[in-house]
């Protein structure tokens, strides 16, 4: 028999059952807030950066399954990247790594490359506001 | 892992009594039933049967019930058979903001060929106003269709309480009854309706064959232009394996609704006061007593009802997030926003609906393993802290 679950790959099946980097950073370098409760997502991403690098990534999201995923995927995948490195990772690496996503869940993964953005820009807005520079 | 299946209202399994008539339609009477031979007339005079026992369940006269491919085709056949048939004499229909996407649909399609149309809001509950129905009549209202019952949050209309108010101002009254026949008590005369939607697979019949009641009378236009069957309303050779599997479905509900709907009470208030007991910041949405014996739905906060659906699936069981029709939009369900329920709580809903092999061990089984998955969700959720 099929499986029930088809919809989604195993890979999207194993981050959501086990998601990576639950949870809150205290004092975060960056934080990222997107998604809205009409559409049904909203993503938030911690990060911590240390000399230019990402050094955690941490998430809380309310979604689907793949948004779970999506989450979890993307703050495995920016660990140990530097901010432009960061700045790199689109919506279809982060589906590509997780062996894709369903033609109408290709949201999530643009949800979540949104939330890391947003997570790199309020990193940025705070670095020049301490008069930092942000490559 | 033994699975738990909770999702009747999406669909039942057919009874093997039911399987059992059905078969020999397949393979020795075969034929077709507007032949003349024998073949043909064993075939016609087993769909007559079947008639009769569908006819019997709602208090019916056979020659009034037209056999569709499903629920959804009944629903169409009576909104469009209605307001084409008609349309001199006017191009206003009244239905409520809770529909099935069947009956919400098929008005957005005459809404876009000209007619209007008044979408009924409900309280709180889902019912609708009585007052707001009388308000809605216009002397171009030529139909009135309101749901016996929600297919997603159980609620059931007072549905005799509208058909005398349609009585009395002379329109057509129809009610898509595909989550009650078969499952509570239902009889045409004493609803008031004039047209009603019904669906076997929903009651343990096949999938794929539905019917609609036509009191006598009623002008209303053909649905499938053809040949002769069903009396010249809905053409296509008919589905006899279908028909006569509904007719056996509708015969063991019969026999089998009394006990039945005791004993699915008696579960679905387990799990309703289970869930509320052990899962804070819980809701039952629809109407406490005014429910489908059978149906469970409920929004548990901070959550997605997706996520859920998943956990519980890896669990082994299996339930269903607003209407199954639409999991795949992303839109929440428009039943739940109609209630008042904020978007975040629509997409937080969950419905188990039971059935004929549910058990107590079942309902325990979700007791025992919802409060553990909405606890894993609500620890990864964004939502909660801000409620803190």
Known sequence: MRDVWSLYSDKVMEHFKNPRNVGEIENPDGIGHVGNPVCGDIMELYIKVNNNTIVDARFKTFGCGAAIATSSMVTEMVKGKSIEEALEISNRAVAEALDGLPPIKMHCSVLAEEALKSAIEDYCAKSKRRNNECK | ?388
Not at chain 2, 233 to 262: C, D, W, Y
Not at chain 2, 280 to 302: C, M, V
Not at chain 2, 368 to 375: E, I, W
């Open chain 2, 1 to 388: 892992m033994k699975r738990i299946y909770l999702d009747y209202a999406a669909t039942t399994p057919i009874h093997s009594e039911v399987v059992k008539a059905m078969l020999p339609y397949f393979t020795e009477a075969f034929g077709n039933p507007s032949s003349i031979h024998s073949y043909g007339q064993e075939a016609k005079g087993s769909i007559e049967e079947a008639r009769v026992k569908v006819a019997d369940l709602i208090g019916a006269r056979s020659e009034e019930l037209v056999f569709t491919s499903g629920g959804t085709e009944a629903d169409n056949f009576a909104i469009k058979g209605i307001a084409f048939a008609n349309e001199s004499k006017g191009n206003h229909i009244i239905t409520s903001s809770v529909e099935h996407h069947a009956v919400i649909e098929t008005c957005q399609f005459l809404e876009r060929r000209g007619f209007r149309v008044t979408y009924l809001p409900v309280d709180e509950y889902g019912l609708v106003d009585l007052d707001d129905v009388k308000k809605a009549i216009t002397d171009k209202t030529t139909l009135i269709s309101v749901m016996h019952a929600s297919n997603e949050m159980g609620t059931i209309e007072p549905i005799a309480e509208i058909g005398r108010i349609a009585k009395e101002a002379e329109i057509y009254f129809h009610t898509d009854a595909v989550q009650t026949v078969g499952h509570i008590p239902v009889d045409v005369n004493k609803l008031g309706v004039d047209l009603l939607s019904m669906s076997a697979h929903k009651l343990y019949g096949p999938k794929g064959v539905g019917a609609l009641y036509i009191r006598k009378g009623t002008k209303l236009t053909p649905f499938i232009h053809g040949g002769e069957q069903e009396r010249r309303r809905r053409a296509s050779t008919e589905n006899v394996p279908g028909i006569v599997g509904f007719g056996k479905a509708a015969e063991l509900a019969q026999h089998e609704m009394g006990e039945e709907v005791k004993r699915l009470t008696y579960l679905r208030d387990q799990l309703i006061k289970g869930l509320l007991e052990r899962i804070d910041h819980t809701r039952l949405n629809g109407h406490p007593l005014k429910r489908l014996p059978n149906n469970i739905n409920i929004s548990a906060d901070f959550v997605e009802g997706e996520s859920m659906l998943l956990n519980l699936d890896l669990e082994g069981i299996c339930a269903s997030t607003g209407s199954a029709c639409s999991s795949s939009s992303l839109e929440a369900s428009h039943v739940l926003l109609a209630l008042g329920l904020s978007h975040e709580q629509a997409h937080g809903s969950l419905r188990f609906s039971l059935g004929k092999w549910t058990t107590e061990e079942e309902i325990e089984r979700v007791l025992d393993v919802l409060p553990r998955v909405v606890a894993k969700l609500r620890a990864m959720s964004p939502l909660l802290k801000s409620h803190r």
